[in-house]
């Protein structure tokens, strides 16, 4: 019994330093436009979740995003394909400490000036609407002005933007959309005929 507990050790140690090394080995420049896009066609990284990545989804940086850090991604999808997140509670959600955790929010949306420009240098949020839609905003941060002293505690920053050189997107149950650490978000702006929504975010570390 013990010999087969220290076989059982040395193999889960095995396959975790192998996923490190495969993690360390991951490089973005690995990643074209075409190379991408084949991956993310596959569908294989939803783990069977039905709603669609946005077009609006940088996929070389998600591609690579994924790769690096697979278990996190993975655990991500698994949680929201056998989850009725339709029943999930309001609050966060500890799915891997804090490398990876989900806020459910239920609140009304708000008019365009009510919203206002943020970035996340830690974290990459995959944003959901579960219930209901509203306006999504991007913009590379590159492009934007602080408007604030960047949060580091709370890993947000606020920012002024050139509304000519953003976009803005519908988000609704059908689709998702995924923010890196390069892009300034403009979420829950009000759309006609929707008041509220209920939406997830999801918080995963970056690299």
């Known amino acids: 019994m013990k010999k087969l507990i220290f076989i059982i050790l040395i193999l889960t140690l095995a396959m975790t330093e192998g996923e490190m090394l495969n993690a360390q080995s991951v490089k973005r420049d690995d990643w074209t436009s075409n190379k991408a896009n084949s991956w993310l066609n596959t569908g294989d990284w939803k783990n069977g979740w039905k709603p669609n990545i946005h077009p609006s989804v940088n996929t070389v940086e998600f591609a690579y995003q994924y790769h690096k850090n697979k278990a996190l991604w993975d ?22 400490g804090e490398n990876l955790f989900i806020s459910v929010t239920e609140a009304p949306v708000k008019d365009f000036e009510a919203t206002k420009w943020e970035a996340h240098k830690k974290y990459i949020d995959i944003q959901y609407v579960i219930r209901g839609k509203e306006k999504m905003g991007i913009i590379p941060v590159e492009k934007t002005e602080a408007d604030q ?3 580091t505690a709370k ?19 059908e689709v998702f959309l995924i923010f890196f650490p390069g892009d300034a978000h403009r979420p829950g702006i009000k759309i006609a005929g929707t008041d ?12």
């Open 75 to 96: 655990k991500a999808f698994a949680y929201l394909s056998s989850t009725n997140l339709d029943t999930l509670s309001v609050g966060k959600h500890i799915l891997d």
């Open 196 to 207: 509220s929504d209920k939406k997830l975010v999801i918080k995963i570390k970056a690299d």
């Open 149 to 151: 002293p960047f949060d």
């Open 155 to 173: 890993d947000i920053g606020f920012y002024q933007a050139d509304e000519a050189a953003a976009k803005y997107y519908e988000a609704n149950p």
